[in-house]
């Protein structure tokens, strides 16, 4: 068996969950959501390390936040 699952952080890991939060954002602006919460992403059955994911999407949604301010609570 097979595993399609990317480890060792050396395949662009952090861009794509950055990604990740940045095209969820973009959806909930389109939607005009006004409060978006999120888990954990990619922490739970892909392993990611929760503290590296954590810095990933503090600042993917900073940086988000100060272009787009219509989401008033994340």
């Known amino acids: 068996m097979t595993s399609e699952r990317k480890e060792g952080g050396g395949a662009g890991e952090p861009d794509l969950l950055a990604s990740c939060y940045r095209s ?3 959806l909930a602006r389109e ?3 006004r409060a978006i ?3 954990a992403i990619s922490c739970g059955v892909f392993g ?3 503290p590296r994911a954590a810095a990933v999407a503090v ?3 900073s ?3 100060i272009a787009d301010r ?3 609570r994340v």
Request: no cysteine.
């Open 24 to 26: 969820a954002l973009d």
């Open 31 to 33: 939607e005009q959501v």
């Open 37 to 39: 919460a999120f888990p």
């Open 48 to 50: 990611y390390p929760v």
């Open 59 to 61: 600042d993917a949604i």
């Open 63 to 65: 940086a988000y936040l």
């Open 70 to 72: 219509l989401l008033e």
